[in-house]
Each structure stands twice: as C-alpha cells, then as structure tokens.
C-alpha cells in the first residue's frame, strides 16, 4: 500500500447510534427491566476496587437464592451462557472421563462437543427433540454406563422441553458420578433447587430469566464437586475459565480478569427485582402467563410441540407452524411491520416450530396479548385464517 493512500474514515452520519426499539419475544436477550438500564448507567469502577467486591458479594449472595443453594462457591463467570456451560464443563472433565449426556437438543450437542474437546469418554442417551426423559430411563442409562459425569440440560431452549433432574442427580450419585446442569432457560423464572435435586454445577446466564443484558454466566458448584476438583489427575488447559483462579479473585482479590462493573451492576438490580418479587412468585408469574400463551394459541388452532403441558417450559414456547405457512415469513412480517422478535426451530425442527419467548420482564399478560394478536396478523398475512378467538381464550386464562 502506498503511503499516500488514504485510510477510509467514518463519516458521522454514516453511524447509527439509535438500534431498532424491537420487543423481544425471541429465546435469546430478553426484555430488560428499566431499573437494570439506569443500573448500568452508574460510574464504572475498577475490578479490583472495594465497591466492585461488594457488588460480587451482593451477587453471589442473590445468586444463591435464585439457584437454591447454600454453595459457598456461586458466583458469575464474565461470559456469556456459553462460558458457563464450557467452564463447568472443562473443570470437571478431563482426558479418559466417562460422561454420559441426556441428549435431546441442540444445547446437549454442544454440551457433548465440549466434553469431546476435552478429552471424555462420552455415551449419549439419544431422544427426539421436544422428548423429555421419564425417571427410570434415566436411571436405568446412568446404572448401565456408570459414568463419572452425567450432564442434562434443564430448560432446552431448541425444543422448548423441561427435564426434571431428581432421578438423574440420585442415580448419578448411586454410582458416584457429578452432575452439571444447564439452567440457561430456567433460571430465575422456573423452579431451579440446586441443593433440593442434587446438582453437582449449574450454571446459567443473565439474559434471560434474570432480565438483564447479556454477558455473565452465574455459576454454584457443590462442595462434592469442589473436591473432586482438587484430586484433577490432568492440569487445567483452560486458564480464564480456571474455577479455583477465578475463586482467588473473588474471594483473594487477585487480580484475574478486568471485570465489567457495568454489568454487574446490571445483574446486582436484576437479582434484587427478583428478590423483591419473591423466586416463588415470580415462578408463579411465568408459569401463569405460559398457560395463557398456550390457550391463546391451541384456541387459535395450532398444536404445541411438546405435546405433554407437565414438559413445557414456562419461558419458552414452540408452537407448530401450520403446514401451509413459511415460517421466516411469518417471522420477517413481525420483526418489519411490528418491531417484533421471535425465532424459529433449525435442526430437526427448522421450519417446524416457531420459539416464543416470554421471560423475565417480558413475561407479562399485556406481552401474551400483545405477542398473541401480532402472530394472528402475521399468520393471517400468509393467507391462514385462525379457527378460534386466541385473545378471548388468553385472557380467559389470566383470569
Ligand atoms: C439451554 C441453553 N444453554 C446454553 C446457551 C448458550 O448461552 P449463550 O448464548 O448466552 O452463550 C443457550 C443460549 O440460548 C441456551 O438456551
């Protein structure tokens, strides 16, 4: 390059400093509280500086409540929900494990790619996606395999299904294997009791049910685990994920990591409007405006994908795209000419299934209305005619 040649600049008015004001209804970020905006609007001060401690032990304090755990370590990874599936993941297994993944879902794959990665031993047990697995095929995997680890996804969000993890955590402790959990779509919005079921480490990510933006990864790990961490035959390869160096910055206050105080400022309010709530009755809340969702929908005359309720998550749906309906129309129609997001299915379920989130903030009765009529008026576009009032049947369900 000659040296003459100049460097493109940007030109001001070419940026757009104001995104789209779109209403998330999507599994990923999801609405965030206006408390959390102002929260992170406060002045940033350094990762090692004592108020930011302070605000970390806030957390870890609130965290510990929202996951159900008296876990002395519980705290946040600076990632995103990702990081706290590879940290559990790359602590707990190393070269030769044996683990045994319930897989029934993209986020089980990736729990399994991760376990690869490091080195395991893996035996996957294999269902439809949009299946959960019954207590005794569970039990009856983990007693055959006899793994040292057993990974389960809680809430999967490519399927929409709910797994219950108290046959799997007691089998698993039968033949001395730790349990990881994924809490992604589950925590703060869904009944998550880490002691109560026998999780060994979940974690989970803030975006979601906690109503907060995007990029820390909650984390509890048990003291069983704990030990088993210390007796690890194969150093760590992972540094920045390493739990006992990110446990000497929290607890030793060696410096790790530069950590964003302006996100945990973010996850601090967002966890105090949980408290202040009450967990149960924010469960409540998410759990009585799915109901509403799923009237509105079958009244409107589609199926839900997981056909059992008790298997529903109370975060995220997967109604069934009607036969003769193009689902990226019906998702291109909201997102132009409503501002609003949803997703849809990929994998087995691409073009099968849309995914409708109500989490957090979002899940209000006014946001199952609203989201309700906007999907009627995209669907309607694509020439499909409803075969019943959803509004009335949603509203009849709210009560
Ligand atoms: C169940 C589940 N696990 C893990 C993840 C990964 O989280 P992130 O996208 O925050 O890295 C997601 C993301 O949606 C998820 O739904």
Redesign the pocket.
Known sequence: MSTTQQSPTLVKDEISIHPPKRLLFG??PTQVHPRVYQAMAQPIVGHLDPYFFEVSQDNQRMLRHVFGTENEWTFVIS???????ETAISNFVEPGTKVGVFAN???CD??TEMARRNGAEITRFEKPWGEAFSDAEAAEFIHRVKPQVVMY??????TGVFQQGEAICQAAHEVGALVIA????SLGAMPVHVDKTGIDIA?S?T??GLGCP?GL?PITVSPRALERLKSRKAPMQAWYLDLQLIDSFYIGHKYHHTASATLFYALREGLAIVAEEGRENRWERHRRHQRAFVAGIEAMGLAMHVADPADRLWT?NTPRVPESVDDARVRQYLLEKRDIEIAGGFGPLAGKVFRIGLMGYGSTGENVLLILGALEEALRAQGWNPAGDARAAAERALG
């Not at 990632?79 to 599936?85: K, V, Y």
Request: glycine fraction near 16%.
């Open positions: 599994p990923g990632a995103t929900g990702s990081g706290g599936m879902g993209f986020f990736r729990m996804v809680t809430a999967e969000t490519s994924d809490c992604v779509t974690y990510c975006q979601k995007p990864a995220l």
